[in-house]
């Protein structure tokens, strides 16, 4: 299914397509079918929930060390059955609307990637968590073929559109990630005997996956999204064109301190991505200061939380790196980690799913009466028809008491940490549900108008 381009700059706006702004410069004519992005933002929500399911069942115990296999396995069930599978349908989505160009062969790299993600975060949680070396081995094998298909097809669209802000920020993301997966199959491989297990490189694993792939991709997708869905103006041009590139620079500044054991290197780079990060914050709190729609939203709500989080994560990497702080110390270590994924990354990327899907099933609902020829005849739900705010409500009020209790398990531990893995779990499943009710009714729209006379 194909949609039609829109190309609004310094032109009148297309009646069936109200929400966008004219001055925007996109390309719909170039998306994805619908499902290409659309199975991705489905399976992630439940592959989170089941990250808190396995935290509440292993209790105390999973906030004893930031080393424990249940606290990995259901970390990573977040960060790379969420988060990343997010991502990956992202990229694959909005690569081609703003820069024009698709991610070759996305209807079938799209759905072997994800399945491939998904399945593979499966069995490395369950190989974590079950100390089963097999699980894990597999886990590596499918995680390694999955993102060895997604990896270099969006190099080759990155690479075409290095012109743009947003395809340049993308393209350094995807390089990020493919050191996060270098280095994250070598520690399963260390954790499945394969090789041995060096703990030493799990901080610049962290680091590259959550400040290089997952802070260089927000920061590409909002110079798009923010002014768009969030009615603000648009980035200061100093901003998109060189923030991402200090980012990356910075990170490999400090892998290579960290790895030549270089302290002022390290440390200059540390502190140059904080400030990088900080101050991308900074101006997207600041560009939300500034919107023309007033009226409250839920993720504008969520961006600000994560916005707010980054700062506070940002600042308390420069403290640690001038001593004023220990994050080798358990609490607050975890307290960092805590707010670094679930207040910055789960934050945004919730926020993003709130508006992105719905608009992607509306706007293929035009393109549907469209090409039937039934445009006027059949009445198609607008976006908060399709996602009505009352449900997004409800889990953004959950994703803050998850926040909360982690951070309280994280001070206070005992049966906190059981409580807190059920409401990631309610948090979760409640955006889950969301999605899914959104799919439900664009497909009784777009049943209506199949069945509608021509």
């Given at each position: 299914m194909e ?5 609004c ?5 297309p ?12 390309h ?20 989170g929930l ?16 930031r ?9 990573h069930l977040?960060?790379l059955?969420?988060i ?10 909005v690569?081609?609307v703003v820069?024009?160009v ?13 399945f ?5 975060v ?10 089963l070396?097999?699980?894990g081995?597999?886990?590596?094998v499918?995680l390694?073929?999955?993102l ?6 969006a190099?080759?669209a990155?690479?075409k ?6 395809g ?5 993301s ?6 996060v ?14 090789v ?11 680091a ?15 110079f798009?999204?923010v002014?768009?869905f ?6 200061p ?8 590139a200090?980012?990356?620079?910075a990170l ?24 990088s990060?900080?101050?991308y ?5 600041w560009?939300q200061?500034?919107r ?14 994560g916005?707010?989080c980054l700062?506070?994560?940002g600042?308390?990497?420069i403290?640690a790196?001038f ?7 358990p609490?607050?270590?975890l307290?960092?980690g805590?707010?670094?994924?679930m ?8 926020g993003?799913?709130y508006?992105i ?10 393109n549907?009466a469209?090409?039937?020829?039934v445009?006027?005849?059949v ?14 409500r409800r889990q ?13 398990a994280?001070?206070?531990g ?5 409580i807190a ?26 049943a209506?108008i ?5």
């Amino acid at each position: 299914m194909e949609s039609r381009r829109c190309r609004c700059r310094g032109g009148r706006q297309p009646n069936h397509q109200p929400l966008i702004p004219a001055n925007a410069d996109l390309h719909f004519d170039r998306m994805p079918p619908l499902w290409v992005p659309l199975r991705a933002f489905l399976i992630a929500p439940f592959l989170g929930l089941g990250g808190g399911l396995l935290l509440a069942s292993a209790g105390d115990a999973a906030f004893s060390s930031r080393w424990t296999a249940s606290l990995l396995a259901s970390a990573h069930l977040i960060t790379l059955g969420f988060i990343t599978l997010v991502m990956i349908g992202a990229v694959i989505q909005v690569l081609p609307v703003v820069t024009g160009v698709p991610v070759p062969a996305s209807n079938w790299v799209a759905p072997a990637s994800q399945f491939g993600v998904a399945l593979g975060v499966i069995a490395m949680a369950w190989g974590l968590n079950g100390g089963l070396p097999v699980a894990g081995r597999v886990g590596a094998v499918l995680l390694a073929a999955g993102l060895s298909l997604f990896v270099p097809a969006a190099l080759i669209a990155a690479w075409k559109t290095r012109h743009n802000p947003t395809g340049r920020a993308m393209g350094l993301s995807i390089l990020s990630l493919i050191a996060v997966a270098g280095l994250g199959v070598f520690l399963l491989a260390g954790h499945a005997g394969w090789v041995p297990l060096r703990r030493d490189l799990t901080d610049i694993h962290a680091a590259w996956a959550l400040g290089g792939w997952v802070g260089l991709l927000v920061m590409g997708v909002s110079f798009q999204v923010v002014p768009l869905f969030q009615v603000t103006p648009s980035y200061p041009r100093v901003v998109e064109k060189y923030l991402p590139a200090v980012g990356f620079l910075a990170l490999l500044a400090w892998t290579a301190g960290r790895l030549g054991r270089w302290a002022l290197v390290a440390n200059i780079g540390i502190v140059s991505l904080a400030l990088s990060l900080g101050t991308y914050a900074a101006v997207t709190l600041w560009l939300q200061t500034q919107r023309r729609r007033k009226l409250r939203d839920i993720t504008t709500d969520a961006w600000r939380l994560g916005m707010g989080c980054l700062g506070l994560v940002g600042l308390a990497t420069i403290a640690a790196t001038f001593g004023v702080l220990d994050l080798l110390e358990p609490r607050t270590s975890l307290t960092f980690g805590i707010l670094l994924v679930m207040g910055f990354a789960v934050s945004v990327v919730q926020g993003m799913l709130y508006k992105i899907v719905p608009f992607l099933s509306w706007l293929h609902l035009q393109n549907v009466a469209t090409h039937r020829g039934v445009v006027g005849q059949v009445k198609v739900k607008n976006m908060r028809q399709l996602l009505p705010v009352k449900g997004p409500r409800r889990q953004f009020a959950s994703h803050l008491v998850a926040i909360g209790a982690l951070l309280i398990a994280a001070w206070f531990g005992g049966f906190w940490v059981r409580i807190a893995g059920l409401a990631v779990a309610v948090d979760f499943g409640l955006l889950g549900i969301e999605v899914v009710g959104v799919v439900r009714r664009y497909r009784e729209d777009e049943a209506r108008i199949l069945s509608a006379p021509q």
